[in-house]
């Protein structure tokens, strides 16, 4: 797939290529970071982040940037120096880029990037919680929506889909990706390219995703923020590399370096990983970018001596584009002179981002028109209706003890903490264009659907506790709503946590909760898993309500009420306590797999499997699964189980297939999810679903980059949880079966 340009695109972006000078193909190479002057010495992409992660709140940025002096390097632009930026005003965009094009040598557009990895105008969950829907045209509506709404605001380029695999959850980032398994990652990683990439009924449809962080940056180690990744290959190959493989498949145009070393190499300068793997062998035929200042960083590294040193390294590599250092433009004219870059590799670069320009539209339709500009002032039906299904669907259903939900529409309710009432911390982590009128807190949504609720603030994840709110809570309801969890600031980038319980006084809340002898109902709002085997023994009831984005309060009031029957399964394994991070549930065997003797693959201290495992997730009726059957055809094998709703109303199960390979000449994860497939049961019905189990997705990368389709036995389980033991076992052979491609070998 990739850039389908047409012969006519190709040749417009050849001749262009031909009357460049080496100053101006760099100036491609180069996205400028906006810098505020003035009193502030920080460079926007930080201003960003600190909004993002709540050390600045929305209403200090807008301040800052509405008195600030902001450099947007305009002079640079019109010499031909720049090929990019990072802006999210239209008007400035339309500015710029008319600088570009109608004052510049060759007018070749920008191309404005932004951080929508969650929505833009109309925020929906997080990633983490909206891998866990399971629902993979959801996946791509959301996308498409993002890709609207900002396209028409001048963003033609997403820093997105964020396919990092992740399995410790000490790592703030989790948040930002789909979870810790491979195939569902490359099910969202698929999905969300379509839904950025696929509509080209006009140009104002859709926007370049940029896959990242290329890449194990979710492997950094003990899970904090920026640390170095070692891995074997094959645990790269079959883990890491998967999401981003399909997404290139997919077609997605771009890619983004990761900051970490993988194996003693950073990204930024990895020829192995940006040209061999990511370009050569999986097809990328876009451009790759930076991360934020990441060349620069090389210095400090320890992998460069020097910027220059550094330029000449990640030129070399592969890396296409500096964001916001400035280095390749200071640097690599002079290093091309002296011999040391080959104009070949500034050539491919800039002809790569070229090519994304092409492809963008951006040469026909450089500017966004008045009429674009509006359109999402006020966010449509349509879109809140997406961004609450979303929302819905992602919830998670983790304990309802005595089936305390749904709870009664004129149940008096005593809703608890801080959280409850925030609108700002419903939309998560990266987060940025959004307007707190469109939010729906917690509060805002249960009085909207119950008639007695009363607010007792109580606490929450900072702060002191206040006595006094929480007898009068404790007093006046008949059955407590809290909600509880961590700020925005304590998931996404920059924030991992060394214990990953309830911030702060939380637990100590619950216990004075719990002991009015109330019923409790627990609704958390977090980035990440939490350890919480204290919660699931002493609160009867517990909804994992993520950060679910504007629609989130009436989400919550709706589950809560039974308006909508919960459906959404964890993306991510949730330990019992922090101490069993990295904790997932495709983890390759071992001699000695846990058991109830000494010598097994434990922790004294701490159970041996997850609390809450990946795919689980309760609803408001249950099934039963049987039967199971597998049979063997030439290329796939036929799968199939019953499941019926047992209980007493509709619900959505997702039933999960996962398979073990039994024995092989590498040792091979206990399980991995293989397909999946969401059914709608009304109470008493019964449905055989059936799927496929392509041969060719049965193999595995060993650690010299070879695909393998091992004959032998396979064990193929199918349940609603990745802790399904409903299995059935047979014997398959791979005769005349396609392999997939190799992987090249580190040189
Ligand atoms: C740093 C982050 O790692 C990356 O995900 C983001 O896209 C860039 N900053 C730009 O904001």
């Not at 990640?314 to 004219?333: F, Q, R």
């Not at 919550?556 to 991510?572: D, F, Q, T, V, Y």
């Not at 309760?618 to 499941?643: G, M, N």
Request: proline share 4%; with cysteine; charged share 25%.
């Amino acid at each position: 797939m990739g850039i389908d340009l047409t012969k006519e695109q190709k040749n417009r972006v050849e001749e262009l290529l031909s009357k460049m000078t080496l100053t101006e193909k760099i100036g491609q190479m180069n996205q400028e970071s906006v810098s505020i002057v003035g009193g502030f010495d920080v460079p926007f992409e930080q201003l960003i982040e600190m909004m993002t992660d709540g050390r600045l709140s929305k209403e200090e940025f807008q301040n800052i940037m509405a008195t600030a002096e902001t450099d947007y390097h305009e002079d640079a632009i019109r010499e031909g120096k720049v090929g990019s930026l990072m802006v999210q005003d239209p008007e400035k965009c339309n500015e710029l880029q008319r600088i570009a094009v109608e004052e510049t040598r060759l007018g070749i557009p920008l191309i404005f990037g932004l951080d929508v990895i969650h929505g833009f105008r109309s925020v929906y969950p997080i990633a983490i919680a909206e891998a866990g829907s399971f629902d993979t045209d959801l996946m791509e509506k959301t996308a498409a929506m993002a890709a609207k709404e900002s396209r028409s605001a001048g963003v033609a380029w997403h820093f997105a889909p964020m396919l990092d695999v992740a399995r410790d959850a000490r790592w703030g980032r989790v948040s930002e990706g789909p979870g810790e398994d491979p195939y569902l990652g490359a099910t969202f990683a698929r999905a969300k390219v379509r839904g950025l990439q696929n509509d080209h009924s006009s140009t104002e449809n859709y926007v370049a995703a940029c896959l990242k962080h290329f890449v194990g940056y979710g492997a950094c180690e003990a899970g904090k923020d920026y640390n170095t990744v070692s891995m074997a290959n094959h645990i790269l190959y079959n883990n890491y590399l998967v999401p981003f493989k399909a997404a290139v498949e997919e077609g997605a145009q771009t890619a983004m370096a990761s900051f970490n070393d993988l194996n003693g190499v950073p990204s930024t300068v990895n020829k192995w990983v940006l040209r061999d793997i990511l370009k050569y062998s999986m097809g990328l035929n876009g451009f790759v970018v930076s991360d934020a200042n990441a060349i620069k960083e090389c210095v400090v590294h320890g992998i460069a001596e020097d910027e220059k040193d550094a330029a000449r390294k990640s030129a070399v590599a592969g890396l296409d584009m500096d964001m916001g250092t400035e280095i390749y433009i200071n640097n690599l004219e002079s290093l091309v002179n002296e011999g040391k870059v080959l104009v070949e590799e500034i050539d491919d670069a800039c002809r790569r981002i070229l090519s994304v320009k092409m492809w963008l539209g951006l040469f026909d339709q450089p500017y966004v028109s008045e009429e674009a500009m509006k359109r999402y002032e006020e966010i449509p039906e349509e879109h809140k209706a997406l961004a609450l299904k979303a929302a819905e669907e992602s919830a998670v259903l983790l304990k309802n003890e005595g089936n305390i939900l749904p709870l009664k529409k004129d149940a008096k309710i005593s809703l608890v903490g801080t959280l409850a009432e925030k609108k700002d911390e419903v939309v998560g982590a990266w987060a940025m264009s959004w307007k707190e009128k469109d939010c729906v807190s917690i509060l805002d949504g249960m009085k909207q659907e119950f008639s007695n609720v009363e607010y007792y603030p109580c606490g929450g994840p900072e702060g002191e506790l206040s006595e006094d709110e929480i007898s009068a809570a404790c007093n006046n309801g008949d059955v407590i709503v809290a909600v509880l969890g961590e700020t925005v600031a304590m998931s996404g980038e920059a924030a991992s946590r060394a214990d990953i319980t309830l911030p702060g006084k939380q637990r100590k809340l619950l216990e004075k909760l719990i002991a009015s002898g109330k019923p409790v109902v627990l609704v958390l709002m977090n980035g990440r898993p939490l350890a919480l085997s204290w919660e699931a023994e002493n609160v009867p009831v517990i909804l994992e309500g993520w950060h679910l984005g504007i629609q989130m309060g009436n989400a919550i009031a709706h589950i809560l009420s039974g308006k909508k029957n919960p459906e959404g399964r964890l993306s991510s394994s949730f330990p019992a306590v922090t101490g069993q991070c990295p904790i997932y549930y495709n983890h390759p065997n071992t001699g000695r797999p846990a058991g109830n003797f000494k010598f097994t693959s434990r922790y004294l201290d701490a159970p041996f499997t997850a609390l809450y495992p990946f795919g689980y997730g309760l609803s408001y009726t249950s099934f039963e699964y049987s039967d199971p059957e597998v049979s063997e055809e030439k290329d796939a094998l036929d799968i199939s189980v019953k499941v019926k709703n047992t209980g007493e109303r509709e619900g959505v199960e997702t039933v999960q297939f996962y398979m073990q390979d039994v024995a092989a000449s590498i040792v091979r994860p206990v399980k991995e999810l293989k397909v999946f497939e969401k059914v709608s049961l009304k109470p008493g019905e019964e449905k055989t679903v059936k799927v496929k189990l392509f041969k060719k997705n049965m193999g595995f990368w060993n650690n010299q980059g070879k695909y393998l389709l091992e004959d032998g036995f396979f064990r193929i389980y199918a349940g609603s949880d990745s802790a399904t033991e409903n299995c059935k076992e047979i014997r398959v052979s791979f005769d005349d079966v396609e392999r997939l491609s190799d992987y090249p070998m580190e040189k």
